[in-house]
């Protein structure tokens, strides 16, 4: 069965491919490390979902053992959190941080129907169908001046 994740993801790709606008990544991060406690980790583009799949990861990439299992996301994918998040909320392997962090965010979340965090710094700017809409209605009102000159012809005649 479908998530609402994936439906959602769908249906972003559709009004990108649509209105010809892709979604921008707006802000900065503000340092508070919330993103490294609740991770998602994907491997072969496929979310990882058990502790075995988790391993094998690790085996091949062993870089990645620095992340712990803490749960389970409701839609199956298995939540981690990374060992590498000091006391103060900072990483404290920066400069050899992995290219999963070094990305964050991607606009390949946004496709894939996540969202960010309220208080994350970072947001995803978007275009929808709305804006498309009043921006063309507002481009059917003449401008004023343009409206004024044509009243002071009339009044000529
Ligand atoms: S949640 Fe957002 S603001 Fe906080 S550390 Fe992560 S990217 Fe930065
Ligand atoms: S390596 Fe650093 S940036 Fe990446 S998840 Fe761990 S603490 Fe966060």
């Known amino acids: 069965m479908f998530s609402l994740k994936f439906y959602t993801g769908l249906f972003r790709r559709f009004r990108s491919l649509v209105l010809r606008r892709k979604v921008e990544i707006t802000g900065q991060c503000k340092g508070c490390g919330r993103c490294c406690e609740n991770i998602l ?17 690790c085996e091949r ?5 620095r992340f712990d299992i803490v749960g389970k996301d409701d839609t199956g994918p ?24 070094k990305n964050y965010p991607s606009k ?21 169908f709305r804006d498309i809409y009043m921006r063309r209605k507002r481009s ?5 001046s343009e409206v004024l000159h044509q009243k002071i012809e009339q009044e000529k005649k």
């Open 78 to 101: 298995l939540v981690f959190s990374c060992s590498k998040l000091g006391d103060d909320n900072f990483c404290t392997c920066y400069e050899s941080r992995l290219p999963l962090c």
């Open 108 to 128: 390949s979340l946004y496709y894939q129907g996540d969202w960010l965090r309220a208080d994350c710094g970072f947001s995803f700017k978007v275009t929808t």
């Open 41 to 57: 980790l994907k491997d072969g583009g496929r979310w990882l979902t058990s502790k075995r799949k988790f391993r094998k990861l």
């Open 61 to 65: 990439e062993p870089e990645h053992a």
């Open 140 to 144: 059917e009102i003449p401008p004023f």
